[in-house]
């Protein structure tokens, strides 16, 4: 069984609505193609991350995310209280206000291109992003600039590189463990290695990789936004005795100020709202510190759950 696939070239036709409510209600993820990110940049990104997680241990550290600053290199990041088993590189604005204050992008000195590539790529993801948003938000009875104009500026979105190293094959590891991710929208490039695996309907399904392709999933925000019409997707990562993997989500998120709840287009008497409002920067301060650190019991929606 396969995560639908979505061409979206259409963006502004209403056309494929009906492809992607199908997709957010009964996977929250599904593939798509006629993006309009040139290859040249998702080639470029996939190389600049080649380059830069083969420089030595003492050089990625020396741009290290800290617990002042969320952008850098990070090696020891925990999901679920559980050590990851990957390498990260984490990328965003310089950031002035709410629980990322002081965050300021870091940059390898020796890895050619590296900024351009990076930087290239982030703002494609942002534009299929934005795109996306649209439709969702069509799809969930509201104009289809609404949740575009309470996304707030400037938002928080940032891009993660990921390394997975080779994992032993009697080691009992996952790249990442069991999660959903906490913003909107999450648009992701990922080589030809499959390790990405869904649950769905009980089983755990591994993505297979589609050239030229972005796979998406949706977040946390639009399981609120949506009042749980669309939930968000829990997923893993698993760790390979035989083969490396790199890729890239995006991560689309709101402003910190952004206070997210059931929409109007989906609240009526039938389905009354199911969560109390939600501000994203008091969410997303709990669940970064948590990736630091075994905090104990790490935040969810669930908790503003009505």
């Not at 199908?22 to 990110?37: L, N």
């Not at 390394?163 to 992701?188: E, R």
């Not at 790199?246 to 991560?251: D, E, L, R």
Request: aromatic share 12%.
């Amino acid at each position: 069984m396969r995560i639908p696939l979505i061409d979206v070239q259409g963006f502004q036709n209403d056309t494929w609505y009906p492809e992607l409510d199908t997709a957010c209600r009964e996977w929250g993820c599904f593939h798509i193609v006629g993006h309009g990110v040139a290859q040249e940049v998702l080639d470029a990104l996939m190389l600049a991350m080649h380059r830069f997680f083969a420089l030595p241990v003492a050089e990625k550290r020396a741009i290290e995310r800290t617990d002042s600053n969320a952008w850098g290199f990070f090696d020891r990041e925990l999901t679920k209280n559980r050590r990851d088993w990957k390498e990260i590189f984490d990328v965003g604005p310089v950031v002035h206000d709410g629980p990322m204050r002081g965050s300021t992008p870091q940059w390898p000195e020796d890895v050619a291109d590296f900024q351009r590539a990076v930087e290239s790529y982030y703002q494609a993801a942002e534009a299929v992003s934005a795109a996306l948003l649209q439709g969702i938000s069509h799809n969930l009875g509201m104009a289809r600039s609404y949740l575009g104009e309470r996304f707030g500026q400037p938002h928080s979105s940032f891009l993660r590189l990921n390394y997975y190293p080779l994992c032993g094959a009697s080691q009992d590891h996952l790249g990442i463990s069991h999660h959903t991710d906490a913003g909107a929208v999450t648009v992701l490039l990922t080589d030809a290695q499959p390790g990405l695996q869904f649950q769905h309907a009980g089983s755990w399904h591994t993505v297979q990789p589609v050239a030229g392709a972005l796979t998406v999933n949706i977040g946390d925000i639009v399981q609120v936004w949506s009042n749980d019409r669309y939930a968000a997707p829990v997923h893993r990562v698993l760790a390979s005795s035989t083969a490396v993997r790199y890729s890239a989500p995006f991560f689309y998120n709101p402003s910190y100020d952004t206070d997210y709840a059931p929409l109007d287009g989906v609240v009526n008497a039938e389905a009354p709202p199911r969560y109390r409002p939600i501000n994203w920067g008091v969410f997303r301060a709990g669940r970064a510190a948590g990736d630091y650190a075994d905090t104990g019991e790490e935040i969810q929606i669930s908790h503003f759950r009505l």
